[in-house]
Each structure stands twice: as C-alpha cells, then as structure tokens.
C-alpha cells in the first residue's frame, strides 16, 4: 500500500536534516510537463519548475529520449580520465549562444555553486588579484565561498561563519526599495574609496535579474554603467545566469536584453532540463589562465546530464522558447495586474519575460513588506493545488517561474487558484 504525504513527512522528519527545507509536505509520484501528481494521487499545477530548472517542463520527451540513449552508451568514464565527445559538443554550443563576442571556452561542472566559485578561480588566477564584489540580495549558493557571495543572511548564513574573506557587497539598484542606479554606482565607488583599492578587485558578478533576491531586474543603463566601471580598471564582469537564464526572461541569457557583453557567464538549472548540470563559459583569455587540473571534478559534465542539455539547446530553437517566453510573460502579467486592482498587499509586479514576481505588502505600503501573508500565500495556494515559491530579501515576494512549454489553459487554471487563494488568505486576516 502507497503510504501517504504524512507518513512520508514523519519518515523524512526522522531521517533527514531539518537544514534541508521543504516549502509543502507533498511528495511526488510522477510528473508531466507543468502538472505534477502526489504520492495520494492529487494533483498540483507547478508555478515553481523546480525552482528555475524546467523551462522545458517535467520530463521533456525529446530530453527523456536523450538520457535514454546515452544510458545505453556509458554513464560515467570521467571526462579527466578518459574524455568523450558529447563535452566538447556542448562545449561548442555554450561558447556560441553565450553573447560574449570574443573566443570562449567553457567548463561544465554540476551545481550552480561550482560554477560560480570556478568562475572566481578563474578570474583571480587571470587577473592575479583576490578581491571580489558581490551585491546585497544576491544568490550564489551554499558552499563557504558561496555564501559569502550571498548577499542575504538568512537563512543562508547566520551560524556558518566565518566566511572567506576578500569578499564587499554593494547595494543592488532596485527602484521599489529606495535604490537607484545613480546611488548603486556611487556605492560601489565608495566601496573602492573605503574598503578595497579597485586595482586589487579580481571581479564583480551580478544577477542581471535577481533570483532568491526577489526577481529585481538590473537596468540597461546599470548594466552599461558596471561594465564601463570593470573596463576603467580592469575588473572581470561575472555575470550569473543560473536562474535567469536559457530563455526565461525571453533571451537565451537575461543579460542580452541590456546589450552589454559580460567576461564570464555561470549557467546551471535549466541547462540541462532537470539533471545536475552547471557550465562556467568565458573570455579564452580569462579560461586559458587556469592550469591543467586546476579546474574540474570527479562528476563534473555528467555525460547523462550533457545529454540532456544537448536536448534543450536543440529545443531553445525547435519549440521556440524566447518567444515562448515572452507570451506566457505577458499573459501572467496581464493577470496579475487585474489582481492588484482587487488587492491593495500587492505592492509591485515586476519581471523580465516569464521571471515575474508579485511583491506583496501591507495595504499598498512598500515599506511594509508582508512576510506572513506571503507564506499563508504559498500554503494556501499548495492546499488548492498549486505550487508557488517565496523569494526576496524581505521574504515577502512570489516568484513566478511556470515552465515554459505548460499550455495557456493549465496556466490560466493556476492562476485561478492563485487569485482563490489569495482571496482566502486576505480574508482570514483580522480586519484593521
């Protein structure tokens, strides 16, 4: 017999670390696309793609079919060992979808954490210099080197320290919060004035939209502003992609939409349509710096996972997903803002493609951010069958993140149960 989400719940509460979260005590038994079904045979609509790595939906056929295929090859040689070609194939495509105009090289590894720290490796040992910017409500991931990347103490950090050092956070031009491009500038100026001389900086890595910071999106003008700032003094431009990129935002990477050619992209998530995969791909002139054994690691650049991501680079172009993207954007947008008419908690919709994000606080306040209401939200709405994730620095954003193959009719029924849930939730508030 099929035993239920509470026995499982009390099962994982005995066996696994609390350090390990969960948002809903649901657990899955198959998935299909942007519907998922539990172990009790209920239905959800998933808003959520796993956090950003199903833009091509669960179980894609075409990526299914690839995994398939290599399965039957080999699954693990390891590529310092004995090397096989779906690398290099990947390697080739990477290097040509990334907008970076001169020659590049790449490096796959398996988490987007690896991906960030190699990303450092590589620019101090080109630059021979240690320092290295990050911002405030930024993401990098949860290693020690990630985490001091992380702008965000909890719960990310509070408890880990101490935190490799050599690392200075600068605030993150977000107009809803008070902070303009021209103060975000000057902060990091400021940065180079009191606490790092800018000729010590190795690099600056930023999210072009921010993910767990709450789906802020870096203007145009910013992103032109930090590039020319990093050329001024010659700063390697990180830029991370792991969330926002492989068509979320409506590009292949979010950074294309400002025009601006970074030195390094990291890439991880959607890359590879669900099986562990992160790619650091940069300038040759930055990547050839790293010495022979320098970078890699024993399952880094899974031939399954390779596969897979084979699979989805062919998609980007044979299902159209930029501009997949960008209706299904505009369609949840266009919800959304009917939505904000009825309820006066939602302070801001923001977004860059199908990355939106709906900011919810108190009675229209943006300096009342509603964290409370904002968890009932996503309880609330995973009772009525839809998974909704949380974000942001104030804990008080919903982050939009519905894979981009689901069809217009399951996503229009997950945004009636967002509209019933929030209804719900506001309702059971005590009236003021």
Not at 80 to 85: C, K
Not at 134 to 159: I, N, S, W
Not at 309 to 330: H, P
Request: glycine residues 10%; proline residues 5%.
């Amino acid at each position: 017999m099929t035993e239920t989400n509470q026995q499982w719940q009390a099962r994982r509460e005995a066996a696994i670390t609390r350090g390990v979260g969960n948002a809903l005590p649901v657990y899955v038994e198959k998935a299909r696309n942007a519907e998922l079904w539990d172990v009790e045979g209920r239905r959800y609509i998933d808003f959520a793609a796993g956090i950003a790595v199903l833009n091509t939906g669960h179980n894609h056929p075409r990526v299914i079919q690839a995994v398939q295929a290599q399965l039957e090859k080999f699954t693990h040689p390891c590529f310092q060992v004995t090397p096989y070609g779906c690398y290099v194939e990947l390697a080739e495509k990477l290097n040509h979808l990334v907008p970076i105009q001169q020659p590049t090289q790449t490096l796959l590894m398996s988490t987007g954490a690896e991906a960030v720290e190699n990303a450092i490796k590589v620019a101090r040992i080109a630059t021979g210099r240690s320092a290295v910017i990050a911002f405030r409500g930024g993401f990098h991931g949860r290693t020690l080197l990630g985490m001091a990347l992380t702008g965000k103490v909890q719960p990310y950090k509070k408890g880990y320290g101490p935190f490799p050092g050599g690392i200075f956070h600068a605030p993150y031009p977000a107009g809803y919060l008070g902070i303009s491009d021209t103060q975000a500038i000057a902060a990091l100026r400021g940065i180079f004035a009191a606490d790092v001389a800018p000729d010590e900086v190795a690099a600056i890595i930023i999210e072009p939209v921010q993910g767990e910071g709450g789906f802020y999106v870096a203007s145009a003008s910013f992103l032109t502003q930090l590039r020319a700032l990093c050329d001024e003094h010659g700063i390697v431009l990180i830029v991370d992609e792991i969330q926002s990129g492989f068509c979320r935002t409506g590009k292949t990477f979010a950074i294309e939409h400002s025009g601006v050619e970074p030195d390094m992209v990291t890439m991880a998530k959607s890359l590879a349509g669900g099986f562990p995969l992160s790619a650091l791909v940069g300038k040759t002139s930055l990547m050839e710096k790293a010495q022979p054994g320098g970078l890699g690691g024993t399952y880094a650049g899974s031939p399954i996972a390779i596969a897979a991501a084979l699979a989805v680079v062919d998609l980007i172009e044979g299902e159209q997903l930029n501009q997949k993207a960008q209706a299904q954007g505009e369609w949840v947008l266009h919800h959304l803002k009917l939505l904000a008419h009825e309820f006066d908690c939602i302070g801001e919709i923001r977004g860059l493609g199908a990355m939106i994000a709906m900011e919810l606080v108190q009675q229209g306040d943006s300096q009342r951010p509603d964290k409370e209401l904002t968890q009932a939200l996503v309880q609330e709405a995973g009772r009525q069958g839809l998974i909704l994730l949380a974000c942001g620095v104030r804990g008080n954003v919903i982050r939009f993140l519905i894979p981009l193959t689901a069809d217009k009719e399951v996503v229009s029924e997950g945004l009636n149960i967002l509209s019933s849930s929030l209804r719900v939730v506001q309702n059971m508030r005590p009236a003021k």
